[in-house]
Structure formats: C-alpha cells, structure tokens
C-alpha cells in the first residue's frame, strides 16, 4: 500500500513552454500532497503544500506564478511549469501524506526529470 | 525551527560489513523521525519511522534506527550491507512539513 506515482518520469522541452507533472495516490486518498525540487547531489527542497480543494503554500523563495499546483481531488495533484527556462531543469518530486493515528507519514513518487533546451 | 545535520557526505562500506549513519536533529518537542533511502535517479522509499515508544525502530530491508534523546540523534544501521544497499540515504524530522538533512552517499565495495 501507499503507491504514489509520478507521470511523466521524464520531460524535455523547449525554453518557453509549459510543462505539467501529475502526481497520484494510488491506493489511498492523501489529504496533502508535497511538492519537492531536488538538485543534482543535493537534498530535496520543498517548493509547496497542496490540500484538496484550497490554495497551495508556497515555500518562501518559490514563485507561484511560476509553478502553478493544482489539487483537484483526494488522488491528484498536478504542478505546472509556466515559461519553462533552462534553470528549471531540476528533479522534481511529489509526496502524498498517507494519515495515521499518531502522524502522517509521506510516500513519495518516483520523480519527474525535467530538461528544458 | 528543526534542521537535521547528517555529518557524513560520503560512507564506503564492504559488501557484509556493518552500516551505521548519523543523524542528528535540532528540535524543541518530542521529534518524528524519518529516513529515507534513494536510489539513482529515482524517488523516495520510507525506510523507517520513530513517533513514540520503543527507541529502537525496525525497518524495512534491515534497517533499524535508535532514537537517543540525549545526544539529539537517530541514527540507522544494518548489521551487513548487500550491494544493493548503495544508495543516497536522508534523515528526515517532521514538524507540519518534512525537513531534510543533506544526505549521506553509501557506496558499497566489493
């Protein structure tokens, strides 16, 4: 249990466009839902919160007009690169919280590689 | 706020030899603890969790962690490393949102 699945694994694009990842709980409905940008050889930075149905919070430092997120159910959260530019070529990762009685836990998806030309 | 310092960047190991990595945290209240493990090119896989309770956590693949309030540390071993254990290992605290440490490499040599 607590799949959570990323599409597209992989994207290239060229310099302009937008890009849109989709993350999914597979088996269980997340009541928030994380998105992550992870550098080569680094940790994982948190760009945003998404909770079905409302706004997402944005980490400081992380344009939301840039990355648009949009949490249209309880298994489904999408993040949009607008205008995508050279220097958004991350990694970018999703997490669904899978509640629990004492604490959430986090599964993460298997990432999106993203390479804009 | 919370932060997790994970003081090894890099750890080689022999392959049936033992792990342990160190994680240690900076954190008010009682933590919960995470660590993860990351495979080239791919997402994350919960490895363990400590929320309460027992200090020693069983894991998945092995592992096992003990939580030491006084030295601020969770720290995950495994008693004999396969090859299939090299990968970008995280601590992780959780305080309404998951902050990472920088993470430990493990290469695993033959």
């Known amino acids: 249990g607590a799949v959570v699945s990323q599409h597209p694994s992989w994207v290239i694009c060229k310099s302009g466009t937008s890009v849109k990842i989709e993350c999914r709980s597979l088996d269980f409905q997340a009541t928030t839902m994380f998105w992550y940008r992870q550098f080569p050889k680094q940790s994982l930075m948190l760009m945003a919160t998404?909770?079905?149905?409302?706004?997402?919070?944005?980490e400081q430092g992380v344009e939301k007009d840039k990355f648009l997120i949009n949490h249209a159910s309880l298994t489904l959260s999408t993040l949009t690169v607008t205008s995508a530019h050279p220097e958004d070529s991350s990694f970018y990762i999703c997490?669904?919280?899978?509640?629990?009685?004492?604490?959430?836990?986090?599964?993460f998806g298997p990432g999106t590689r993203l390479l804009v030309l | 706020a919370q932060s997790v310092t994970q003081p090894d960047i890099h750890i080689t190991v022999s392959e049936g030899a033992s792990l342990e990595l160190r994680c240690n945290y900076s954190y008010g209240a009682t933590p919960y603890l995470f660590w993860y493990v990351q495979s080239p090119g791919q997402g994350l896989q919960l490895l363990l969790k400590?929320?309460?309770?027992?200090?020693l956590v069983q894991g998945i693949k092995g592992f096992e962690a003990e939580f030491k309030r006084s030295q601020s540390s969770f720290n995950l071993r495994k008693p004999s490393v396969h090859w299939s254990d090299a990968a970008e290992y995280f601590c992780?605290?959780?305080?309404?949102?998951?902050?990472f440490g920088a993470g430990t490499t493990v290469t695993v040599r033959a």
């Open positions: 997490s669904a919280s899978y509640p629990q009685t004492l604490q959430e836990t986090q599964y």
């Open positions: 998404s909770n079905e149905g409302s706004k997402a919070t944005y």
């Open positions: 400590y929320f309460s309770g027992d200090t």
């Open positions: 992780a605290v959780d305080d309404y949102k998951l902050s």
